[in-house]
């Protein structure tokens, strides 16, 4: 079995052999790890971080990747996308994010090929294949790789690599598209992203840095560890009055806690498996 040191290692060799790439960069634990990994391997004349800011992506999180593309010195992008104009996207079907990470290739694969990037390259990782996650196909499909997934390499190994290097994002939360929190079948729309967003905001502002509101129409769940239940329900009333502001009818707490990808428990195993 490979030590972390052998895994980087490995990442270092198959990024050296791509040459000049783009990095899909979202901010992320993992998309900044790899940014910083193709930085070091690369140098920054062969490198390129591009953000694709859209109706599913939070003002916070585009802020948070513009400085640390700066504090990183990577030569960054950030260029315009909308999910909502690709033809199928908003309808919310179970393949949705095929459809997302297709449209985000379309956009970064011109940009590669004109600037004379050899390889457009994104965060997946090895326990990626565990889960339900249709952008890996559409990533096999155009040809763009993971090279942390090749190296076989996990979020606790990024984590712990992370920390480090010194990157601020070694602790932060796992992060999702805010169309994620719509349960399939449920039209996406733009009203819908803005108060998920907004929602959100108010909550980790308020100190709950892991969380997620789920929406289903009117009514709003809230997601947090089940350490931090009891913080919630202590400022009860102040959540409740600012979610009823942005507009949303009922609004509850999920007792079993904080899950990533929870509405995704509704799929079959057949849904959720991965094919590429």
Sequence with gaps: MNTIEQKYAQLGEILHDMGKVVVAFSGGVDSTFLLKAALEFLGPERVLAITADSETYPVREKEAAIALAKELEAPHVVIHTSELAIPGYAENPTNRCYFCKNSLFDHLIPIAKERGYEHVIFGAIADDLGEHRPGLLAAHEQGVRAPLLEANMKKSEIRHLSRQFGLSTWDKPSFACL??????????????????????????????????????????RIEVPASNLAEVLAVADTIHTKLEEIGYTYITLDLKGYRSGSLNEVLSQEEQSVHI
């Design 179 to 220: 169309s994620s929190r719509i349960p399939y079948g449920e039209e996406i729309t733009a009203q819908k992203l803005s108060m998920i967003d907004q929602a959100e905001d108010f909550l980790i502002q308020n100190g709950f840095w892991q969380v997620r509101v789920r929406q289903h129409e009117n009514l709003a």
